[in-house]
């Protein structure tokens, strides 16, 4: 076989692939929206309603606890875990820190980003153990944002590096600070910083074995930093489980609501970067 014809086969097996992949996403997308779309229209308010007493043997009410649990807990995650690694990505800058230092660090972040999540979720599961507490949302907060901190901080480091370094040779010319040059780096390196983010908001709303082990599930509305509670992936997987026809229906109505979050996450990074990037140099300017 010459050499084009070689050329011709991995690029039709790359197609394939690459269409293939697009095709399970499409079916996957379209499964869930036209299944929990369907009990949205018999039952609008199932996403806003609180559960019954027994929700979960009889299906009454709707999954408004697991809506707000998930709320509560990926939100100050995000939060939490957004600032650390903002401040990590600045410090692995060769500003502050030298390249060797910067890519032992970024390999360790590596092995943490690819580590199960069911991982973080037994690792503080231990430390609830140890100290003799119980599963709440606070240590639900505590591993969601362990969990989104390496995804956050490669995401960071690699816009910060991406960023022309122009703008900081430029900040250095007029007698600025390695504190001001970082400050002009991150707004140059602002879109790729944003789309990390919300990727980690994501992923992190959309993890079921971090919180199971931290939070627990449970079918009340969330009464408190300290107390039990339930997220949209832990209900799903309960809700696939259950013998009533009606639960399981539910199960799809919240992978819809979960499903439009995610995908509506990925829309408005797209949208945030691109507004962002204009006052980027040598970004957009339409």
């Given at each position: 076989m010459d050499r084009y014809a070689k050329q011709r086969l991995f690029g039709l097996l790359?197609?394939?692939?690459?269409?293939?992949?697009v095709a399970v996403m499409v079916l996957v997308v379209a499964v869930t929206i036209y299944?929990?779309?369907r009990v949205f229209l018999t039952d609008p308010a199932i996403a806003i309603t609180p559960p019954g007493s027994r929700y979960m043997l009889e299906g009454d009410g709707g999954f408004l606890h697991a809506v707000l649990g998930?709320?509560?807990?990926?939100?100050?995650?995000?939060v939490v875990s957004a600032v650390l690694a903002v401040?990590?990505?600045i410090y692995l800058q060769s500003d502050y820190s030298s390249e060797r230092f910067s890519d032992v660090v970024n390999m360790f972040l590596n092995v943490l980003w690819g580590t199960p999540p069911i991982v973080y979720g037994v690792f503080v599961l231990t430390?609830?153990?140890?100290?003799?507490?119980?599963?709440?949302?606070?240590?639900?907060i505590v591993a969601i944002a362990i969990f989104q901190y390496p995804i956050m901080t490669r995401y960071t480091d690699e816009a910060l590096r991406s960023?022309?370094?122009?703008?900081?040779?430029?900040?250095?010319?007029?007698?600025?600070?390695r504190f001001e040059a970082a400050l002009m780096t991150f707004r140059a390196a602002l879109p790729g910083i944003?789309?990390?983010?919300?990727?980690?908001?994501?992923?992190?709303?959309g993890d079921a074995a971090t919180v199971l082990f931290t939070t627990g599930r449970s079918t009340n509305m969330p009464g408190g930093l300290f107390e039990g509670a339930t997220t949209?992936?832990?209900?799903?997987?309960?809700?696939?489980m259950s013998f009533n026809a009606e639960v399981r229906s539910h199960a799809y109505a919240a992978s819809f609501v979960l499903i439009v979050a995610v995908l509506a996450l990925i829309i408005v990074s797209k949208l945030l970067a691109g507004r962002y990037a204009r006052y980027a140099p040598g970004g957009r300017h339409s």
């Open positions: 790359a197609r394939g692939a690459a269409a293939l992949v299944r929990g779309g998930s709320l509560f807990i990926v939100v100050p995650a995000t401040s990590t990505a430390i609830i153990i140890a100290i003799g507490a119980r599963t709440s949302l606070f240590f639900g960023a022309p370094e122009a703008v900081k040779e430029a900040t250095y010319g007029l007698g600025g600070t944003i789309a990390g983010i919300i990727m980690g908001f994501a992923r992190g709303i949209l992936p832990v209900l799903i997987f309960d809700q696939a």
